[in-house]
């Protein structure tokens, strides 16, 4: 390369991307997102419960008290930094129920009684990227605190299940177990210690290291040569005292009752420390190995860990990649954003009175795509190459906002969508109310 070559390659600014495992979500596909936010909302209100926002950066104490340290989000997967100004340790939210917990003891919101809540929004964790797996990816989630019986674990699960409905989805199967109350889980850990340090030749590397710091994630291993012995383990189910299987029961016959299909997993351990009694999975098989889309379960602990009153709660998050991804994958329709409208404006002279009339659409609930000029010092370009645009934005008419018609004191509207030479009509601008009035009727 000669010297002048990189000298210029030197002069171009660096081309900036992304941080990997972070994506864009961009035009047209974003529609797709605010259809399932726009669902969520809905489905939220009717089961009443009310949105909630809390910041994405939280203090690092939060997640290590309130996940556990012994934990994949803790352990390796948080973004942690010191703030540069006065030290304090911080940490880019890797879930959102600790955060929701945070604020709701430090609002105090639990004083006049139990509190419905849902949220949506980035999470960040770093891990290895891979189809429905990224490092920041979005959760919608529904938590109920200071409840603490088995009817608001079901209504949870009814809650998640009922969006499925609402966005179409088929083939989500429900995994449930029970985890117990910590005094259960004590004396099942210690069995299952003891069982596989009688079979402890038989443990991989990594089931050796979690042997005592953490054996209940060993069932979780997916190592072939572990299984039949993970089958055989002691099942913390048989461990649960009758408190905890009624518990289990009612949430069960709840399900039943309503239509719910569900299957027990014992081996479903769940990521966090913090979770108690019902645990639940949703899970499809047409994601790959990413295919759980939705999980959760009660968490009567973590409250009193983060510091407040102890109060009982139950709570679930979804990926929202990975159930978009399932929309796609299973076909379902998801409405395109297209404008009702495209302005078609031959010449800067006729801005202002366009212009006008466009606000006046769009405040009757018309949408129109107004046509831009590339660049300030040119006319607003060829009549072809304006309806060549209106054509490709998809909106159903035209409106052409031509000299002559402006001298008459009207609009033509052409229809884009029936076949070559569409009907068009001229339209007095006194009256265009009229005619958005008619296309509103005909949605
Ligand atoms: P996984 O076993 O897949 O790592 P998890 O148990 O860590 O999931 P949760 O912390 O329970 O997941 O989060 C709830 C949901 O959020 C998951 O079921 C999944 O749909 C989604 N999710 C979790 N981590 C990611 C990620 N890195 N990228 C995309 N979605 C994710
Ligand atoms: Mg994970």
């Not at 009310?50 to 556990?68: K, Q």
């Not at 060993?218 to 009624?246: C, H, Y």
């Not at 060549?388 to 008419?397: E, L, P, R, T, V």
Request: with cysteine.
């Amino acid at each position: 390369m000669s010297k002048d070559v990189s000298a210029a390659a030197a002069a171009k600014p660096e081309k900036l991307v992304a941080v990997k495992g972070m994506n864009d979500i961009l035009p047209p596909d974003s529609a797709r997102w605010e259809w399932l936010e726009d669902k969520v909302r809905q489905l939220m209100a009717r089961y009443a419960y009310r949105n909630m926002r809390t910041p994405i950066v939280e203090p690092t104490p939060l997640f290590v008290r309130g996940l556990g340290e012994v934990t994949d989000i803790v352990e390796k997967e948080m973004y942690s930094f010191e703030d540069r100004l006065n030290g304090e340790r911080l940490t880019l939210r890797p879930e959102a129920t600790a955060g929701v917990v945070r604020a709701v003891v430090e609002h105090s919101m639990l004083y006049e009684g139990g509190k419905r809540l849902y949220y949506m929004g980035p999470m960040f964790r770093h891990e290895r990227p891979q189809r429905g797996r990224y490092r920041q990816f979005h959760q919608i989630g529904a938590e109920a605190l200071g409840f603490g019986g088995p009817e608001v674990d079901a209504e949870l699960i009814l809650l998640a299940n009922a969006l499925w409905k609402d966005i179409g989805l088929a083939n989500v199967r429900l995994e449930l177990n029970s985890l117990g109350q910590p005094e259960e889980r004590k004396a099942h850990r210690a069995a299952l210690i003891a069982y596989f340090e009688q079979n402890i030749d038989q443990l991989d590397e990594e089931a050796r290291r979690r042997l005592h710091a953490n054996p209940l994630r060993i069932l979780d291993t997916k190592n072939p040569a572990m299984q039949a012995l993970v089958n055989a383990a002691p099942r913390l189910i048989d461990f649960l005292g009758a408190e905890s299987l009624a518990h289990f029961d009612a949430v069960k016959a709840i399900l039943d009752a309503n239509g719910v299909a569900w299957t027990v997993n014992p081996r479903l351990v769940r990521g966090m420390d913090y979770y108690n009694l019902t645990v639940f999975e949703f899970i499809t098989e047409q994601l790959g190995s990413q295919g759980t889309i939705c999980g959760g379960g009660r968490y009567d602990y973590l409250i009193e860990q983060i510091g407040g009153k102890p109060a009982p709660a139950v709570g679930w998050a979804l990926g929202v990649e990975r159930v978009l991804e399932l929309v796609k994958e299973q076909g379902a329709q998801v409405p395109a954003l297209v404008p009702d409208a495209y302005a078609v404006i031959p010449s800067r002279s006729a801005l202002p009175t366009a212009i006008r009339v466009l606000e006046q659409l769009r405040a009757a609930g018309v949408q129109v795509q107004m046509h831009g000029a590339p660049t300030a010092s040119e006319g607003m370009g060829s009549m072809k190459s304006q309806f060549k645009k209106a054509d490709g934005s998809g909106a159903q008419y035209a409106l052409v906002f031509g000299d002559d018609e402006l001298a008459r004191g009207t609009v033509t509207v052409k229809s884009l969508r029936d076949g070559a030479g569409g009907a068009q009509v001229e339209q007095p601008l006194a009256q265009v109310a009229d005619w958005a009035a008619t296309l509103q009727s005909n949605r």
